[in-house]
């Protein structure tokens, strides 16, 4: 009898947790890469990307619980089914989409190399020849330094955007290399007033996009529809403009 | 698992296993001519060696590696006084700032395990040399010191192999060393015999070092057996 109670509770349980799941989308961002998704001083999640999960969930009327997990792990918690989605300004690439799916773009990205002002820096192969560049570990800024500089030059990664600055300011690092708008965003501030762009903006057609698990076909489509949505009523614009004076979709 | 990623990134695992490999032979080199003189500071009975001896031991063991690495790194990276001084062509290179940190903490241990090595010298041989009126130098450089690495030497050969797992940390301060490696590996292929790659090749680290290790504690302490 006593057993029986138990499998009924346990089942319970189950079912319980079963339709809280289904009824919920929990999405999963980094918390470290402001503008995009970082946390005020009261600890909560702020940031382009919340603000953006958080007109998706209403646009779709979905329960979102959004939650912080470390880059490193960020997709293998996805796969793992702690969460259902990540919104944390994630480059589609051709790597990535060997294990996650991704939706259509929500914004675009472009890589620029940040230096002390004056430094006189050349953004080629042969400019930065020997020269000490550093960069987030496993970011396309990363990848792109290791694929196009780690046999001509002293190539280093940091786990986080901000020890990779400030090396930078202690000067060990001749340059770093950023997505084009957290760079934007760190000059801005104006205690990086020493430190500038160095060369052009770096194209590698680079899409950000939000991964969800493959066969979460009905997701992708929400999430599809909303974007659109939020692009056509004009409140994608609204986010975009409390953030930078340019549209960067 | 995908041994194509093996053929792939090997390079790259070959070239974090030597800096790992390099890291851990000299800081544990330079940490045990570091410990020799503190723990002989340790054992004395004058306060003024001990207590200086005691505090750092007590320092670098209470507090975690992470930690010292941070601060050597990070830390002094933020005062000018640091960055236009001499040290900083050394202090601004991430390997020389990892193999200070781990030399320093396994100073730290080793000095420990060597007190632990003087204290269970016979006393016998001690008094046996006082008998033949050699100084206490002279005491410490021929019967102290060789008789207490004897005694010490096993637990000093797994104080090398915490080395080897704890120096993964050194990954965090921009080292690519073996960890550095394969978490930047991984982030790029999301694969994760990625990590089992690397355990195997610390775990055939361990195993090298653990045959030298026992290669040498039998030839130092043959000596015990030989009758």
Not at chain 1, 34 to 42: D, G, I, Q, V, W
Not at chain 1, 160 to 169: G, I, R, S, V
Not at chain 2, 112 to 118: A, F, N, P, Q, T
Not at chain 2, 138 to 166: H, M
């Amino acid at each position: 009898m006593k057993l029986k109670l138990f499998m009924a509770v346990l089942l319970g349980c189950f079912l319980l947790l079963g339709t809280a799941h289904a009824q919920k989308i929990r999405i999963a961002t980094e918390g470290a890469y402001p503008p995009f998704n970082m946390k005020n001083t009261k600890g909560e999640l702020v940031g382009f990307d919340v603000d953006i999960a958080r007109a998706l969930c209403d646009q779709m009327k979905a329960d979102c619980e959004i939650v912080a997990q470390d880059w490193d792990g960020i997709i293998p918690g996805l796969l793992a089914k702690k969460y259902d989605a990540i919104i944390a300004s994630m480059s589609i690439t051709a790597e990535r989409m060997k294990k996650v799916d991704f939706t259509d773009r929500y914004y675009s990205n472009y890589l620029r190399f940040i230096a002390k002002k004056g430094s006189g820096l050349e953004v080629t192969k042969s400019g930065l020849k020997g020269k000490k560049l550093g960069a987030q570990r496993a970011t396309i800024s990363a990848q792109h330094l290791e694929d196009n500089f780690r046999k001509t030059a002293n190539v280093k990664v940091y786990d986080t955007q901000e020890a990779a600055f400030l090396d930078l300011k202690a000067g060990r690092l001749d340059a770093v290399l950023a997505d084009a708008y957290p760079g934007y965003d760190w000059l801005k501030k104006p205690e990086n007033g020493g430190y500038d762009h160095v060369g052009d903006t770096i194209d590698i057609n680079d899409k950000i996009g939000i991964a969800i698990r493959k066969g979460d076909k009905a997701l992708k489509a929400d999430f599809n529809k909303a974007l659109k949505a939020l692009r056509d009523n004009g409140t994608y614009g609204r986010i975009n403009a409390n953030y930078f004076p340019f549209s960067i979709y | 698992m995908d041994f194509e990623l093996l053929t792939q990134y090997g390079d790259r695992f070959w070239d974090g296993t030597l800096i790992s490999l390099k890291l851990v032979l000299m800081s544990s080199i330079l940490g045990l001519l570091i410990a020799l003189p503190m723990a002989l500071a340790r054992s004395s009975h004058h306060r003024r060696y001990w207590i200086p001896a005691y505090s750092y031991i007590y320092f670098f063991r209470g507090t975690p590696l992470l930690i010292q690495l941070f601060i050597i790194y990070y830390g002094l990276g933020q005062f000018e006084a640091i960055t236009n001084s001499f040290l900083w062509p050394v202090l601004s290179d991430a390997e020389w700032c990892g193999l200070i940190g781990m030399t320093l903490n396994t100073a730290a241990y080793t000095a420990e395990i060597l007190r632990g090595g003087i204290r269970a010298v016979p006393r016998g041989e001690i008094e046996a040399a006082k008998a033949y009126g050699m100084s206490w130098w002279l005491l410490q450089r021929r019967i102290v010191l060789p008789r207490a690495l004897r005694i010490a030497w096993p637990a000093y050969g797994n104080e090398v192999i915490l080395l080897l797992k704890g120096s993964a940390l050194v990954s965090t301060i921009a080292v690519w060393d073996l960890m550095g490696e394969t978490r930047s590996i991984f982030s790029r292929t999301y694969a994760l015999e990625i990590f089992v790659y690397a355990a195997i090749i610390y775990f055939l680290l361990t195993f090298l070092l653990t045959r030298v290790f026992n290669q040498i504690e039998k030839r130092i302490n043959r000596y015990l057996v030989s009758y």
